[in-house]
């Protein structure tokens, strides 16, 4: 059987939700393009639907649906599609897991529960209790800057171990920088970990990672995809130097105090012909000077090739 990471790849794109900027409704034919967009560029090796990326937090159920069957349809088979069924109660984990098992996506990514902030034990069994509701790949998601808990490795270890369908993780641990090297330790060898910070990918493939799943790539998934080659392939002073002339441009997302990188994001992809509209409340639309920042980015990474 092959790994998680040989069937999803090294970069997995979380796709943005567009929202019309006068309703403020998903608009699923901008979507439509979007993805068309990232495959043909080759952008991604597979799509993550309504992640942390994709606002999930602010979306309905019913828009969650419809955004998973919009993006399997416009994909057909393209790439591996990956769903984002985070959710702060375990009914409805399950159910969004069950729609996108019936959409045939390849695998659905799972955050740990947020708000309640639950000991290990509650984590285990929110995670053990959304994998036995379907029969395809989970990826647990763990992030604590936005959940307020971090998944330890021997939570990790306990569902690895006990559920065959749980063969990855997304772990964006910024809190525990050097959890990813304690996975290794505490699963099998065909278990999958994906970096979730654009920033940490050459640290996360030194640590063993399989890639990482990248909102930035939305923009620069050919740069993305130069730097990681280079590192595969023992070349790693050119895999730095792409990563040094990225690095401004991730840390330019999210300015200002800002954690939450998607309204600036959101206005590199307006600025570059994607009008993907504004973040949904209580997030604010990126100001004129982030734009007038992350425009010089864009242009200056255009100007560049490796």
């Given at each position: 059987?092959?790994?998680?990471?040989e069937k999803l790849g090294h970069i997995i794109v979380p796709l943005v939700t567009p929202f019309d900027e006068i309703s403020g409704e998903v608009n699923?034919?901008?979507a439509e393009k979007l993805v068309d967009f990232i495959v043909e560029k080759k952008y991604c090796d597979s799509i993550a639907v309504t992640g942390t990326t994709g606002e999930f937090s602010t979306m309905t159920t019913e828009e969650r649906i419809k955004m998973f069957q919009v993006v399997q349809e416009t994909v057909a088979g393209r790439v591996p599609l990956v769903a984002g069924v985070?959710?702060?109660s375990v009914k409805e984990a399950i159910?969004?897991?069950?729609?996108?098992?019936?959409f045939g996506y390849d695998a659905v990514m799972v955050v740990a529960p947020y708000y309640c902030k639950p000991i290990q034990e509650g984590i285990y069994n929110f995670f053990k209790t959304v994998a036995k509701s379907v029969n395809i790949d989970i990826i647990l998601y763990n992030i604590p800057l936005f959940t307020g808990v971090n998944v330890e490795p021997e939570t990790v270890s306990r569902l690895v171990n006990e559920l065959e369908n749980v063969r990855g993780i997304k772990d964006e641990s910024g809190i525990n920088p050097t959890q990813m090297?304690?996975?290794?330790?505490?699963?099998?060898?065909d278990f999958t970990v994906y970096n979730g910070d654009d920033i940490m990918v050459l640290c996360g493939l030194v640590q063993g990672a399989a890639g990482v799943v990248s909102g930035g790539s939305h923009l620069i998934g050919d740069k993305m995809r130069t730097m990681i080659n280079y590192f595969t392939?023992?070349?790693n002073e050119k895999a730095l130097k792409i990563h040094n002339e990225l690095d401004p441009f991730f840390r330019a997302l999210a300015p200002n105090g800002r954690i939450n990188p998607i309204p600036v994001l959101k206005a590199a992809l307006e600025i570059t012909?994607?009008?993907?509209?504004?973040p949904r409340s209580p997030l604010s639309k990126a100001t004129?000077?982030?734009?007038?920042q992350i425009e010089k980015h864009l242009i200056r990474l255009a100007d560049l090739s490796f």
């Open positions: 059987m092959r790994t998680l990471g699923f034919k901008e985070g959710a702060s159910k969004l897991s069950q729609e996108a098992e019936r090297t304690v996975y290794a330790r505490v699963t099998p060898k392939s023992g070349q012909g994607h009008p993907v509209g504004p004129t000077e982030e734009k007038a």
